[in-house]
């Protein structure tokens, strides 16, 4: 094999690295299953912030108010969340989203799917536009976490203002 694998990676569901490691040192209390899932939902908010390659203030503060709504982070742990995907968003939204998709649609029920599609919307809209980058990669993500289109239309419908498509 030409390639080796990085040093530093852990569970393929929450793309390895520091975020998994974080997601774990600030929810020692819930099972690996639950930590996966916030490290996906994590995960999916950056490679969405980053759609339009900015990571702008209204995303961040997005950001910061879905992890403060994690059940069972604490605030610090919320804060140490964010400051992994400040740090490494970037690299982490080039990464394998797809990862992130598959765990939570094989792990997730159907509406906690829904309602982190909502988030990644509320996040894309938060800049005051949703442009046809976001809105292509929303609607894939809607797809790969199991989803139907009138599904990605009904969490779509409440921003249908700030589509940049329509404008």
């Given at each position: 094999?030409?390639?080796?694998?990085?040093?530093?990676?852990?569970?393929?569901?929450?793309?390895?690295?520091?975020?998994?490691?974080?997601?774990?040192?600030?929810?020692?209390?819930?099972?690996?299953?639950?930590?996966?899932?916030?490290?996906?939902?994590?995960?999916?908010?950056?490679?969405?912030?980053?759609?339009?390659?900015?990571?702008?203030?209204?995303?961040?503060?997005?950001?910061?108010?879905?992890?403060?709504?994690?059940?069972?982070?604490?605030?610090?742990?919320?804060?140490a969340?964010?400051?992994?995907?400040?740090?490494?968003?970037?690299?982490?939204?080039?990464?394998?989203?797809?990862?992130?998709?598959?765990?939570?649609?094989?792990?997730?029920?159907?509406e906690?799917?829904?309602?982190?599609?909502?988030?990644?919307?509320?996040?894309?809209?938060?800049?005051?536009?949703?442009?046809?980058?976001?809105?292509?990669?929303?609607?894939?993500?809607?797809?790969?976490?199991?989803?139907?289109?009138?599904?990605y239309?009904?969490?779509?419908?409440?921003?249908?203002?700030?589509?940049?498509?329509?404008?």
């Amino acid at each position: 094999m030409f390639f080796r694998k990085p040093e530093s990676s852990s569970s393929p569901a929450t793309g390895g690295g520091q975020l998994a490691e974080v997601v774990r040192e600030h929810m020692p209390a819930d099972d690996e299953a639950s930590r996966e899932l916030v490290a996906a939902v994590a995960g999916l908010l950056v490679c969405v912030a980053y759609a339009d390659r900015a990571f702008s203030d209204g995303e961040q503060a997005h950001v910061r108010e879905v992890l403060a709504r994690v059940a069972g982070l604490s605030e610090t742990g919320a804060a140490a969340i964010f400051a992994v995907l400040q740090r490494q968003g970037a690299l982490i939204a080039v990464g394998n989203m797809h990862v992130y998709t598959r765990h939570l649609r094989e792990h997730a029920e159907l509406e906690l799917r829904r309602e982190v599609l909502e988030a990644l919307l509320d996040l894309a809209a938060s800049d005051g536009a949703i442009s046809l980058t976001e809105s292509d990669l929303l609607r894939r993500t809607a797809s790969s976490l199991g989803l139907t289109q009138d599904d990605y239309l009904r969490a779509q419908a409440k921003h249908r203002d700030r589509l940049s498509v329509l404008k």
